[in-house]
């Protein structure tokens, strides 16, 4: 059987052959996997986001109940089929829409200098594991440069875009692939940035709590419901050859080493200023959404379960941070001027792109309060260009996201009896952190308007971390962190619930 795999918009286009044995059957997800190209499935396969559509050019599969609840009658007469469920049979040619296969883009930190020094054994290396992006960053220990950097897609999001899809997958006996799958990235990674002879003293790493128990193979099933109870919180250090190993330590389930790493980025740059008392927010915008909130003595912590939607996971018209992602944009009169990553073709909209757009279709009374789209838009949805179009579900899901982060956010401020007013700095962290608008975020009621004032973004707040802990290993002040840490549940809570009924407004 001869199966061929193209994808849309690759110029030059570059057919892969996959040839199997005859009369064996293989599903859309083998193929790729057997090719090895990444295919992003946000709800890792289960067939509940229903957004993975591949187009058979020819050789399509018969029509499914899976295909008949994510595809219009006429989309399936033109070959398209649910990727995640496609069983193949027979000869065919699948063309594959680029926003699924494209690698992710993630903002580091500044880089310094791109040739490396003579002697290469003087080199540090940190690393974010990110739930959908690794990121990896040599540092020069005597000096801390930042020499070279890289990102590279989680390859463990074959399995879902998110923590418990995971999970699922490691206590359906997937830990070691899922382990394997982080490893073979990040010995791919440090090959990328300081080469195959490649030898450093320290390695610092951080990612949240899933993330790190994935890749030390610790059990997860604890982590699975509720109470949700890791196998450790601490932080893990040990000597791989001549290596020196550490793994920041996690505040919770959901509030990870990722977030310990930034707080003590944010830590030292206090320090520096003399501002450590000062009362600060963060919020670390990825997969999920942690907030932190700093009354100037004690941490109070909270994850909220926004989903993929602020990612364009979720979205029929959404993508990862790839390129050809709309990243920002604005509507003048019913027009749409936008930009993508890399200047490329639109294909989708990514985080900071769709928070734009939900702004400015409310600016420009395209949709009301609630998020409902004015009639002329309510059937089709509301075009943003060529084949990018958002529709009443898109918005209600992002508006879904948004309340469960601002209910979050006044759940700590109740919490820590804090008033708004007291916050002297909003940290936003994390691949949207970067690149999300602020006057667009608080135009939604993601973030209140009195802080937009006091907005910074950090970019990868871990990373940042990782980087000043290799120069100033303080791990006094990495557990007064964790341990001066108070975890507020929302999840359980009557008043959360009503927060965020009063935030499904914009």
């Known amino acids: 059987m001869e199966i061929k795999v ?80 496609c069983v193949i049979t027979r000869d065919c040619k699948i063309q594959v829409p680029k926003r699924f296969v494209s690698e992710i883009n993630s903002i580091g930190v500044p880089q310094t200098i791109d040739e490396l020094p003579l002697d290469k054994t003087n080199i540090a290396i940190a690393v974010d594991i990110g739930t959908t992006t690794l990121a990896a960053t040599a540092v020069e220990l005597n000096t801390g440069k930042v020499l070279r950097q890289h990102t590279w897609t989680n390859g463990q999001t074959k399995y879902g875009m998110d923590v418990m899809t995971r999970i699922k997958a490691a206590i359906d006996g997937h830990a070691e692939e899922l382990q394997q799958l982080v490893m073979g990235d990040l010995m791919a990674m440090g090959t990328k940035i300081i080469g195959e002879d490649f030898l450093t003293h320290k390695v610092v790493m951080s990612g949240n709590t899933v993330m790190t128990h994935l890749l030390l193979k610790y059990p997860v099933d604890g982590m699975a419901q509720y109470p949700f109870h890791p196998y450790t919180l601490d932080p893990i250090k040990f000597r791989e050859e001549h290596r020196d190993i550490f793994f920041m330590p996690s ?27 000062d009362v600060f927010l963060m919020v670390d915008m990825g997969t999920n959404a942690e907030l932190v909130l700093f009354d100037g003595q004690k941490y109070w912590c909270s994850s909220a379960s926004a989903g993929p939607a602020l990612e364009g996971a979720s979205l029929s018209c959404g993508c990862a941070s790839v390129r050809g992602a709309i990243n920002h ?25 769709v928070i734009d757009l939900i702004h400015e279709l409310k600016r420009n009374n395209i949709i009301d309060a609630g998020g409902l789209l004015i009639d002329e838009y309510a059937d089709r949805g509301f075009p943003v260009a060529e084949g990018v179009v958002i529709t009443g579900e898109d918005i209600q899901q992002v508006l879904l996201a948004k309340a469960a982060i601002r209910a979050g956010i ?59 802990f290799i120069m100033d290993p303080d791990e006094a002040s990495l557990m007064e962190i964790k341990n001066n840490s108070q975890i507020v549940i929302l999840a359980t809570d009557p008043k959360f619930e009503q927060l965020f009924l009063e935030n499904l407004t914009l």
């Open 6 to 85: 193209v994808i849309e918009d690759v110029v030059p286009e570059k057919e892969y052959i996959l040839m199997t044995k005859p009369g064996e059957e293989i599903t859309f997800v083998e193929v790729m996997d057997r090719l090895g190209i990444k295919f992003y499935r946000p709800c890792g396969g289960i067939g509940k986001c229903l957004s993975c559509a591949v187009r058979f050019v020819y050789g399509a599969p018969e029509m499914t109940s899976d295909d008949e609840r994510a595809l219009e009658f006429w989309e399936m007469r033109n070959g398209w089929r649910l990727g995640c469920k």
């Open 251 to 277: 505040i919770s389930a959901f509030v990870g080493g990722d977030i310990v790493s930034g707080l003590y980025y944010i830590k030292q740059q206090s320090k520096l200023r003399h501002k450590e008392e």
């Open 329 to 353: 944009l604005s509507i003048h009169d019913r027009q749409v001027k936008y930009t993508t990553i890399g200047g490329e073709k639109p294909i989708g909209l990514c985080g900071s792109g």
């Open 410 to 468: 006044e759940m700590l401020l109740n919490a820590s009896k804090m008033s708004i007013e007291s916050i002297n700095h909003l940290y936003i962290a994390g691949g949207l952190g970067a690149s999300v608008g602020i006057w667009s975020a608080s135009g939604i009621g993601l973030f209140p308007q009195p802080l937009i004032n006091k907005f910074e973004s950090l970019g990868n707040a871990s990373l940042l971390g990782d980087i000043a």
